[in-house]
């Protein structure tokens, strides 16, 4: 059976860490629709050039684009178990579009994590968040700093700030946030196949819940 979950969370949740993490335990890949834009930009791909002119401003990118790069992704051979999503679907257009690509390969989504956060504390740890340039590994200035300042402590790459990441954008994000992707916790609560996870914790409780939640789905396939 292949296990596909989806991450939902706003911006600055912890998503993107949790989904890294967790998904290495599972052994299972981790699709962040976010980092697959920015490695096509660095790339300089035709779709990473298109992305970036909405990723710089805090808008999506049109679902149509967005759909067709998660359909490729999930077709490769390294999702044969299955994969963690993160920052997809994250508009119900999308989500609907995700339900047909897995009904077409004979899956669904499994569970929904839903990392809660309130958004003073989002607030802070977008503004405060450093990004390593080679694979996505995520410090915090304050909360979670590097050993050696500006250096990832994983790969030695560089650290910068998101152009996203900058205090205009990261309201307009949020607020993109509410509006489009709040609906998607109601899509899936509908469904029950939606857990309310407590993402104002350490990063290890966080990391263990989700673990146990996940594990719970893999058991109940054998
Ligand atoms: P993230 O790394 O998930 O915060 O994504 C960074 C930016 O990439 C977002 O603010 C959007 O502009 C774009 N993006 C990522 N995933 C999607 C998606 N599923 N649909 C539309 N735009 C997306």
């Known amino acids: 059976m292949r296990d596909f979950f989806v991450f939902l969370g706003p911006p600055g949740a912890g998503k993107g860490t949790q989904a890294k ?19 096509n930009l660095k790339n300089q791909t035709e779709l990473g050039i298109l992305a970036n002119e909405y990723i710089k401003v805090g808008k999506l990118v049109p679902d149509d684009v967005t759909v067709r790069m998660i359909r490729e992704r999930i077709s ?23 339900d047909e690509i897995l009904k077409e390969i004979g899956c669904q989504i499994n569970k929904v994590p839903y990392i ?3 958004e003073k504390v989002l607030i802070a740890r977008l503004s405060g968040r450093l990004t390593c340039r080679a694979k996505g590994h995520v410090f915090h200035k304050l909360h979670n700093p590097p050993r050696e300042s500006g250096v990832c402590d994983f790969d030695g790459s560089e650290l910068y700030q998101r152009e996203d990441d900058k205090p205009e954008t990261v309201a307009r994000r949020i607020r993109v946030y509410e509006e489009q ?29 989700l673990i146990n939640l996940l594990e719970e789905v893999e058991k109940s396939d054998v």
């Open 21 to 39: 993490v967790v998904a290495a335990r599972l052994g299972i890949p981790h699709i962040s629709s976010g980092d697959i834009f920015r490695e």
């Open 76 to 98: 490769r051979t390294d999702c044969g178990a299955g994969a963690i999503l993160d920052g997809f679907p994250r508009t119900p257009a999308q989500a609907k579009a995700f």
């Open 116 to 118: 809660k956060v309130p």
């Open 181 to 209: 992707t709040r609906p998607l916790v109601e899509y899936y609560m509908d469904r029950g196949i939606l857990v309310e996870v407590d993402g104002d914790r350490s990063i290890d409780l966080v990391t263990s819940d």
